[in-house]
């Protein structure tokens, strides 16, 4: 079974800082990584997503995340951020194997952005 | 393509009603998923269909939970009867089946069991 852990509930961040999102898996077999954002009372819209190649993926809006195998870590970052970041982050993972496209979620992290 | 449609966006029901929610995937896309998402338990696969045949309903709740895909382009979500411990976001999402396919999610339908 794979599991995901989002390390932190909430990030306040100010406006135009940097922002960094912590999620961790685990995993006996290959995995796929994505992460998505819920924006308020909307739903989930992918970010970007890490399947093979370059450990480094980058996403919309100006989000990247780098996937590190040792440590088990799929990170997301943004380097300055905007009120309307304001949303909900989840990390999310999938089985390399598994055609069916089933995610498994970690809580979710909510970033709220001030001026 | 308008996404995917989920109805009603708020439903607001008496508890032993009978509930159903309705969702529309994107045209050409073969799987969909029901997803819960609550405060204590954060998000949950609750079942998925491919080919509108379902695949897995092992994360549904309970007896009272049924979901349908009648044909490719309709899904139901049915609870009967509703409890206020139902209460949450019901999403649904659909995909193209492959490897490391993007699910594209509904906005939601925001369950209220009084």
């Known amino acids: 079974a794979q599991s995901v852990t989002q390390l932190d509930s909430q990030v306040p961040v100010f406006e135009e800082a940097p922002v960094e999102l912590r999620c961790n898996y685990s995993s006996s077999v290959s995995v796929y990584l994505f992460w998505y954002v819920q924006y308020p009372n909307q739903g989930l819209q992918l970010l970007l997503k890490?399947?093979?190649?370059?450990?480094l993926v980058k996403g919309i809006n100006g989000f990247e995340a780098e996937f590190n195998k040792s440590q088990t870590s799929f990170h997301l970052r943004k380097p300055s951020v905007h009120i309307s970041d304001t949303a909900e982050y989840f990390c999310a993972v999938t089985v390399t194997t598994d055609s069916w496209g089933k995610l498994q979620f970690g809580a979710g992290t909510q970033v709220v952005v001030t001026p | 393509d308008a996404g995917v449609i989920q109805s009603p966006r708020h439903e607001v029901t008496e508890m032993g009603q009978e509930v159903t929610l309705r969702c529309k995937p994107i045209?050409?896309?073969?799987?969909l998923f029901w997803y819960r998402q609550t405060m204590m338990r954060g998000l949950e696969l609750l079942i998925y269909?491919?080919?509108?045949?379902?695949?897995?309903d092992s994360g549904m709740p309970e007896d009272r939970f049924s979901a349908k895909m009648p044909n490719a382009s309709f899904s139901t979500l049915k609870i009967q009867p509703s409890e206020p411990r139902d209460s949450a976001v019901y999403f649904c999402a659909s995909s193209l089946r492959g490897e490391g396919t993007e699910a594209f999610f509904g906005q939601g339908t925001r369950l209220t069991v009084v």
């Open positions: 890490y399947l093979s190649g370059s450990t």
């Open positions: 045209s050409g896309h073969n799987s």
């Open positions: 269909f491919n080919n509108n045949v379902p695949i897995d």
